[in-house]
């Protein structure tokens, strides 16, 4: 066990002896995000909305006691086993997190390990087997290879033809950090251009710690591609696209996701250099039309924005809004059909309920793939949107047509 590990627990077990004789009995979940790190900003954002849900969803039914939430700051995959001994051995059996797809691949074989509930908020990427998917691991966000599709779905549905282009005639290049991130969103794309028919030119793996920019920029011009998908993090992402900038790659689009493009801060680094992309990703708070959320989901967006803004003085991102929208649905819909807050009940609540698309404030419904199925523990209804950065800082939702709040605009990326 870390030292940082150890604190953490000392820190839960002291908070536990202070609950007053006579007071309801907190439900404790536990929380690992990457809260520092180069994950960091992701994963602050996420956590941040969890917080929000705990305060907002009130106290819990059944006698049991508000939510406390129990956070371990887990920067890399590395820190996950011992975050989720240690909050194993101090009792809490319902986790939540864990924006990286990396953290959640080993938080989820930890959990399941230990017969813990594991309730995955927003990474996308896979899981490795053995994981109880379905069974004691539930992901609520859309998964990578969700997003991958959907983003080439859109370039052949609705940009092409911005672009005065058939699907058929665009060259396409996927670039990819090698990880279990970038591969199962980098998978979803190339599935779907496979299957569409469209002229692939080149795949474009990397070490994100350890590529010349420049290099690989001048690689995606020598194939030929006009149309670049890009899985990437933060860093590397604004380091790939000023590579590309700088070597004038003539691309007449390029679409990113949910780690990169879609961020505020990939804005804020590139600035002009980021007009005319286009994220596939979870929706934010200010860029859905909130007309496609039922009446609930709605106001419970409105009230939940301002919070969040009065808190922490920015609005949701779309890191925050998944944190947010997947922390209520456990707190608010699932736990109080939940016999008890045994691991076992509350992923039998889980399974067993089911809520419209446009339900939850980021636009998503909730059903859960099946046990022993391909999508099992996966939510079937998440939402997911494309973006187009228009202006320097300023992002709206183009696509699909129920979530959009502008037109698409085939700016010159």
């Known amino acids: 066990m870390t030292r940082r590990t150890a604190l953490a627990l000392a820190l839960l077990v002291a908070a536990t002896a202070c609950t007053r004789v006579g007071e309801p009995t907190p439900l404790r979940v536990g929380a690992l995000y990457p809260l520092s790190g180069s994950q960091g900003p992701g994963g602050i954002d996420e956590h941040r909305g969890v917080l929000l849900a705990a305060e907002l969803a009130?106290?819990?039914p059944r006698g049991v006691g508000p939510i406390e939430v129990v956070s371990i700051d887990v920067p890399a995959a590395d820190a996950a086993p011992g975050a989720v001994a240690a909050l194993d051995e101090a009792g809490v059996d319902l986790v939540v997190g864990s924006y990286g797809s990396t953290i959640s691949a080993v938080i989820a074989r930890a959990t399941a390990a230990r017969g813990?509930?594991?309730?995955e908020t927003g990474a996308v990427g896979m899981l490795p087997p053995g994981v109880a998917r379905g069974e004691l691991t539930f992901r609520m966000a859309p998964t990578g290879a969700v997003l991958g599709r959907n983003a080439i779905a859109f370039v052949a549905e609705r940009l092409a033809g911005e672009l005065g282009r058939s699907p058929s005639s665009l060259?396409?290049?996927?670039?990819f950090v090698r990880d279990a991130y970038g591969r199962a969103v980098a998978r979803g794309a190339l599935a779907e251009i496979r299957e569409r028919g469209l002229h692939l030119v080149g795949r474009f793996g990397y070490d994100a710690l350890n590529t010349h920019w420049r290099a690989f920029a001048r690689r995606i011009e020598r194939a030929g591609v006009e149309v670049l998908f890009v899985s990437a993090y933060l860093e590397d992402g604004i380091a790939m696209r000023r590579a590309i900038v700088r070597e004038d790659v003539p691309l007449v689009a390029s679409i990113g996701t949910s780690s990169s493009y879609c961020m505020p801060e990939f804005g804020a680094a590139l600035g002009p250099d980021a007009v005319g992309l286009f994220a596939s990703d979870?929706?934010?708070a200010g860029a859905i039309d909130p007309s496609a959320l039922g009446p609930d989901a709605r106001e419970l967006l409105e009230r939940a924005s301002r919070a969040y803004r009065e808190r922490?003085?920015?609005p949701m991102s779309a890191a925050a809004l998944a944190g947010f929208s997947a922390a209520w649905a456990l707190f608010h819909e699932v736990l109080p059909r939940a016999r008890s807050?045994?691991?076992l009940d509350v992923a039998a609540a889980a399974?067993?309920?089911?809520l419209p698309v446009g339900a939850l404030p980021n636009g998503s419904g909730l059903r859960f793939g099946s046990p022993g199925t391909p999508d099992a523990g996966d939510n079937l209804r998440a939402a997911s949107v494309i973006w187009e950065w228009v202006r320097p800082g300023e992002h709206v939702v183009v696509w699909p047509p129920l979530f959009a709040t502008a037109p698409v605009r085939a700016l010159p990326p």
């Open 171 to 175: 060259r396409f290049g996927v670039a």
């Open 282 to 284: 979870k929706p934010d």
């Open 116 to 119: 813990l509930l594991f309730w």
């Open 58 to 60: 009130g106290g819990q």
């Open 312 to 314: 922490w003085g920015r």
């Open 341 to 343: 807050a045994d691991p």
């Open 351 to 354: 399974r067993g309920l089911e």
